[in-house]
């Protein structure tokens, strides 16, 4: 974890009416690379920081693009 980046996600805090993050990507596809690696090491500091945040992790084996939605 880079320092910019581990800080920046130790600073990140959802509003009170925002409920749920949804993140689905495709399990060892290259475009989803980036998702992978921020679900292991920034995830659980921002996880931390939101424990009134539902968190939906989808990884599928079904080739399509990354997607982050929140509700």
């Known amino acids: 974890m880079q320092p910019q980046n581990g800080f920046t996600a130790s600073t990140i805090r959802f509003v009170p009416h925002f ?10 596809s290259l475009m989803s690379e980036g998702v992978e690696q921020f679900v292991h090491e920034f995830l ?3 996880r931390e920081n939101n424990p009134h945040i539902d968190f939906v ?3 599928t084996h079904t080739e399509c693009d990354p997607f982050i939605v929140g509700e």
């Open 19 to 28: 409920r749920a993050l949804r993140i689905s990507w495709t399990h060892n």
């Open 44 to 46: 659980p500091v921002i």
């Open 57 to 59: 992790l989808l990884r």
